[in-house]
């Protein structure tokens, strides 16, 4: 029943990054989807503003400054910072995946117990060539998503991860 | 009324255990099948249950005058079309076995067929309600161990129903011996040693339903919930009560009536409590009578209980990939606890319910023989030490600047209606007193918080007012994630998850130091993070 507390936790190195970049192009996309999505933001906020009454604009105006600064930046720091910390990588028997760009998340699972591999590609993806693939396993809070790789990438790992799970034996669980 | 057969159920299995024949009344090996015909009898009593509810409204209509005759014959009607369908979908669902699989066909409009390879089944429970028993059927579901969906035949006999579960799970045991699992890096020969190995002898009893037990029956929460809605419906009669007089009582029969309504408010408490333990108890008996939980030869667990509904559950001991151990706070003064399967392939959230509340004592007696190692329900766990507790601390405050937002603005910014009233201080109350309450919860939280690692199991503590502990064999984890939010990063923490594809999904260590995380991971399952150790 009972939990000792460690007497001292020291300090730790993070895990390696993943070897792979995703491709270049993926900063554009995020750059023009983030915009996509603050575009609808700004449409609503004006909105807002235009119709609520005046003793509340004046105290909910500095909020939507406030927020409008914060997609700006968001919007201009965003996709680079995502650049730099998205990462994959796909030694001979496992798959290892980096995401986020405040938070991290780091995913490894064996390609021994990869279940499925999709390739997906949405229509704004299209445009920057670009596709996502995903590595499914037995557990619905483990699939693995390299974002963003260039379609010639993506094919190439697809075809590869097919083949070395297609040569695994049992269910996989 | 005989109850279903006992755990050794009958001798059907063949001397050899290559490939047996299907036994007979399960199905001929090419034969499409039909459920029991008796299942016709079933249908319409269903329909007609199903119907009670609107009949009994639209007989309480007509007899109050405004009757709409249309509801008064379309009842009826709707009911017949109810078991004609019933009827015709019995007609049209088959089933059969072939060599490798087993096929179920249903539809009436739609045909559908579901399969299952033989070789995959995991698990199977065998469910018979009241109306089932009186006509000697059960429901028989099957799972593999690689879907969440099972496969249900509704209606089998009771002596197809045990001859099916033991050839199904016998097939699939016979194909386990066969085929090794995968060597993949975490492990999976350990299970194929563990199913094709020794264990050909005895059926074990690992527990059996102890009266004594009863006494945790109050504790569990579930029938609380339960007595509370009871006592919101009766609730809707409130307005008949002369509670609106204590409003007006300004004057001698203000004192009567605070006095009544004092009494009310005692009598309505005491109401709660009684059909709590009533209720609680009475739900512990119909479901867990009879409980026997049974290991069965050729590595199989099998659980049997129910008074009216009865259950028995067969999982594949392979499949069982660790176990759950749950303590709400009730149960903890009373050293309670419950058990739970973490399992793949058993439908419902992959989790089995294996014990009642019951002893602590008794739940990690069993749970380790389940488990087959002593120590992960009662060793000593690794707390994550005082960053995780300002962490756990800090982010249980978001919610009471959240809800102390919430009061600020009505009562210090909005001047109009109810708000007015509102004197200044509200938002400090809120402040203070949510603040108190979260910050006990964070405590709990952060003393319960630990991990430990055996030789074969990964065990993990969560939970401030339900207390679990999950323990997971190390061969049961797929892979690992490694989670870290904006300020977990500058504390050194981390959320590690291991996944798997027993029960939840998932086992999750909250707030773990990042260096104890990738250490626990590295020992749990060599190899995984190698090369990326920094």
Redesign the interface.
Known sequence: MTVTQPSSVPDAAPLHEPAHQVSPRAVRYWALQGFLGAVVVWGVLFAVYWFVPDGVQRWLGPVFVAILVYTVVEQALEPIIRYRRTRWEVTGERVFAQTGWLSRDQRIAPLSRVQTVDTERGPLMRIFRLANVTVTTASAAGPIRLTCLDTDVADRVTAELARVTGQTRGDAT | MTALPPPTGEPLAPADPGTPPPPPGVGGAQDWQRLSPRMLLVHPVRAIRSMIVPLVLVVFGVTRGDGNSFWFWAAPVFAVLAVLFGVLAWFFTRYRFTQEQLQLRTGVLSRKVVTAPLD?IRSVDLESTPIHRVLGLTKAKVGT??DDSQIELDGLTRDQASSLRVYLLQRSSAAEVD?T??????G?SEDAARTGGPRRGEDTELARIDWGWLRYAPFSLSSLVVVAGAVGVLGQFGDDLPLDETEVAQDAWGWVAAQALLVLVAGATVVVVLGWVVVSTASYVLNWWNLSLVREAGGKIRTTRGLLTTRSQTIEEA?IRGVRMTEQFLLRFVRGAELTALA??VGSDGTTRLLPPAPRRVVQEVGHALLEEDGPL?M????????ARRRIHVSGQWGTLFLAGLAAVPTWWLDVGWFATWPWWVPLAVLVGVGLLNAVVAENAW????HALTDRHLVV?TGAVIRTREVLERG?V?????????F??RL?LADL?A????GA??VVAPNI????A?DLADAATPG??E????
């Open positions: 995959r161990g690689v085929e699992e995968e060597p993949g890096a975490a999976g499949k793949t392939g009662t000593t766990l690794t707390g994550h030490g005082p960053r003393r319960n918080l630990g503590q049961g797929i892979g690992w994630v490694v989670h870290q939010g904006l977990q990063r050194g998850t996944t798997t594809a027993a999904e998932r130091p990042l260096g104890m990738l995984m993070l090369g990326w150790r920094a």
